[in-house]
T-cell receptor, first 120, second 109 residues
Framework: GAVVSQHPSWVICKSGTSVKIECRSLDFQATTMFWYRQFPKQSLMLMATSNEGSKATYEQGVEKDKFLINHASLTLSTLTVTSAHPEDSSFYIC????????????????FGPGTRLLVL | GQNIDQPTEMTATEGAIVQINCTYQTSGFNGLFWYQQHAGEAPTFLSY??LDGLEEKGRFSSFLSRSKGYSYLLLKELQMKDSASYLC??????????WGAGTKLIIKP
């Protein structure tokens, strides 16, 4: 299979603090990882694309200094929400591609379970 | 340009069949994905089509027509647990996924 984990699954923090979310590919090496955000009853919004060992590519409108992404290895990417504010409260989901499958393209994205962030 | 479109919401009855359509426009195409997303959870992979035709996988089938820029997801013998959002996404020439907004499927007993 192609299993992706995220930690933590739930975060509650005070305004102004920083929060780090980890995304791991457990049984494959992920050449690329993606970070999405989803507000209630809205569609997935791609925030950034992260390749191992290089700087992340951020989507238009996403502040790279606020959402720090590190992809230090082929199995781990982290998203740090710096100086979080209530409007950053959302469901953050990572996905990874690079899994091996005989029937699916290597570009298939496998999603982590998501991290729900609540900033008070 | 690129765009992808699917209905916002659909309602169906338990035990029935429902077809969720997805249309797209793109100059480069490397396949189309369907994902299922239950409320409060991350998406899970359902199907992938890169050639024209119907792919059947149990109660779920997915169809693709590349010439028409059209796909559908067919769900048979609907169960209450099928209530979820269904996301279609195509892979463009750069192998990036372009996501639809999702179709919320409501199953009624």
């Amino acid at each position: 299979g192609a299993v992706v984990s995220q930690h933590p699954s739930w975060v509650i923090c005070k305004s102004g603090t920083s929060v780090k979310i980890e995304c791991r590919s457990l049984d494959f090496q992920a050449t690329t990882m993606f970070w999405y955000r989803q507000f209630p009853k809205q569609s997935l919004m791609l925030m950034a694309t992260s390749n191992e060992g290089s700087k992340a590519t951020y989507e238009q409108g996403v502040e790279k200094d606020k959402f720090l992404i590190n992809h230090a290895s082929l199995t781990l990417s982290t998203l740090t929400v710096t100086s979080a504010h209530p409007e950053d409260s959302s469901f953050y989901i990572c996905s990874a591609r690079g899994g091996t499958s005989q029937t699916l393209p290597q570009e298939t994205q496998y999603f982590g379970p998501g991290t729900r962030l609540l900033v008070l | 340009g690129q765009n992808i479109d699917q209905p916002t919401e659909m309602t169906a009855t338990e035990g029935a069949i429902v077809q969720i359509n997805c249309t797209y426009q793109t100059s480069g195409f490397n396949g189309l994905f369907w994902y299922q997303q239950h409320a409060g959870e991350a998406p899970t992979f359902l199907s992938y089509n890169v050639l024209d035709g119907l792919e059947e996988k149990g109660r779920f089938s997915s169809f693709l027509s590349r010439s028409k820029g059209y796909s559908y997801l067919l769900l048979k013998e609907l169960q209450m647990k099928d209530s979820a959002s269904y996301l279609c996404a195509f892979m463009d020439s750069n192998y990036q996924l372009i996501w639809g907004a999702g179709t919320k499927l409501i199953i009624k007993p």
